[in-house]
Structure formats: C-alpha cells, structure tokens
C-alpha cells in the first residue's frame, strides 16, 4: 500500500447531460473529493461540490474541508466574489464567518423586520462589538473616514433617498495625537445632507 499525499484524488462522481446545439455529452455538476492533510494522527479531507458556470467551465460552488484543529469543519462558498448567496431562512453564525463580496443584505416583508442581533453569552462584564475598521495600505490621511451609518427611504414619488447619516472621520492623525470626530448628518428640505452636530476629540489632552 502506497502512504498518501495531500491532493490525493479519492474519488469524482459528474453528472452529464447534452447541451442543445450540436448535442455534445456535458459534465454539469460534479462532487469531487481528495485528501487535504495525510499527515498520520492529523487526516483531513475535502469535498467539492461543483457545477459548470456558465460557459462550461466546472466551478466550485462548496468546499467542506476538515480544518486545522479537531472538530472544526472549514466550509467555503460561491465562487469568486461576484457569486450570490442566498439564505431563505434565519442565519445563525456560531464562529467565524468572512464574506468577501461588496453588498450582504437582509431583506424581509415582515413588519419591524429584518433585525441583527450580536449576543453575549459570556458570564464577564464585557459587552459585544460593532467594528469599524479602514486600512487604506498606507499612512492614514486627516478626514479619513472610518466608518459610515446611512439611513436612507424613500420620497413621495418612490425615489430613494437619503434622509441620514452618521459619519466618523479621523480628525488628527499624528502618532500620539490622534483624534476622531463624529458627525451627524441629516437631509435639510431639498434632500441634501448637512451637519447639525459635530463631536470633535480636541487638540489637548
């Protein structure tokens, strides 16, 4: 018996079907599974799930791999950052989740719905977190913003529109004087945005 390697394929299933030009056979999904760790007393695997996208080309759609540490099941979804993800239901988060695509919406058509909640459970005095964190790749520049809350409906006539904003900007950003603001924005009757209140962290201490 020869030992294994990591990449090792275990195994492939496809499914085929024609297409509807000049009929050619076509793999339009496939589940896929190979060895991701063969380390002895660290095995791990991973199966792939993948359909063609779009031009033929097989995709990975969902990929479970067993992960670095017991009991811990990696699982990545969609393909590229362009890929829609869809969840019908309530989405319940126990550990780590990163999503690399630009917009994650929660949509309902119940009354006072959808609503996020961030719990703690644990039995100390600290609280849960809201993070809002820029990193341009470089130097932070004065009136750099931070993070944004946009609250935005709609006029008489459907259009969006947006009514406020709260805004946080770094104010000064030299090391050992640094300082933020805040700002609180609002529309003022032609539906443009202006600053009614303005909380600045000082230049002293």
Request: charged letters at 25%; zero cysteines.
């Given at each position: 018996?020869?030992?294994?390697?990591?990449?090792?394929?275990?195994?492939t299933m496809r499914f085929l079907g024609y297409n509807d030009g000049t009929p050619a056979l076509k793999t339009y999904s496939q589940i896929y599974s190979d060895i991701h760790d063969a380390t002895t007393g660290e095995?791990?695997?991973?199966?792939?799930l993948g359909v063609a996208n779009h031009d033929g080309g097989?995709?990975?759609?969902?990929?479970?791999?067993?992960?670095?540490a017991d009991n811990t099941i990696d699982a990545t979804?969609?393909?590229?950052?362009?890929?829609?993800?869809?969840?019908?239901?309530?989405?319940?988060?126990?550990?780590d989740l990163t999503v690399n695509g630009d917009t994650l919406t929660f949509e309902s058509a119940n009354?006072?719905?959808p609503k996020v909640i961030i719990k703690n459970t644990t039995a100390d005095n600290q609280a849960a977190?809201?993070?809002?964190?820029?990193?341009?790749?470089a130097a932070m520049v004065q009136?750099?913003?931070?993070?944004?809350?946009?609250?935005?409906?709609?006029?008489?006539?459907?259009n969006l529109q947006q009514y406020a904003k709260m805004m946080v900007r770094a104010d000064v950003v030299t090391g050992g004087q640094e300082s933020g603001q805040i700002l609180l924005q609002v529309a003022n009757h032609d539906g443009g945005l202006e600053t009614g209140f303005t909380l600045e962290g000082g230049s002293e201490d």
């Open positions: 018996v020869q030992a294994g390697e990591d990449d090792d394929v275990l195994g095995e791990s695997g991973r199966l792939t097989m995709g990975s759609g969902l990929i479970l791999t067993g992960g670095i979804i969609g393909l590229g950052t362009a890929s829609v993800t869809t969840v019908a239901g309530d989405l319940v988060v126990t550990s009354a006072d719905d977190r809201l993070q809002f964190q820029k990193d341009r790749g009136g750099d913003r931070i993070g944004e809350i946009d609250f935005i409906g709609e006029d008489a006539d459907q």
